[in-house]
């Protein structure tokens, strides 16, 4: 997965958190596997407000802003 334009994170939260199911227009609770204190690379999603972040799959997912701090480099 190439890694430009992204920024390296650590996990603070793999608690569930809720959000809204656009097709079904529901809310509905999400939670993927994050592993705190793990690292993970990331981007802002300022459309939505949170972190669109990369698991070891290679897939992104969207999570609260408040489940991530910026690495240090």
């Not at 199911?21 to 939670?31: A, C, G, M, V, Y």
């Not at 939505?48 to 972040?53: D, K």
């Not at 969207?62 to 910026?70: A, D, G, S, T, V």
Request: aromatic content about 18%; some cysteine; glycine content about 4%.
């Amino acid at each position: 997965m190439p890694t430009e334009g992204l920024i390296r994170v650590r996990c603070l939260s793999n608690a569930e958190y809720l959000t809204f199911d656009r097709q079904s227009s529901r809310l509905t609770e999400s939670f993927f596997h994050l592993v705190v204190n793990d690292f993970y690379w990331a981007k802002p999603d300022l459309e939505h407000g949170m972190w669109r972040v990369w698991d070891l799959s290679g897939q992104d997912y969207l999570y609260p802003e408040r489940y991530f701090e910026r690495a240090a480099d």
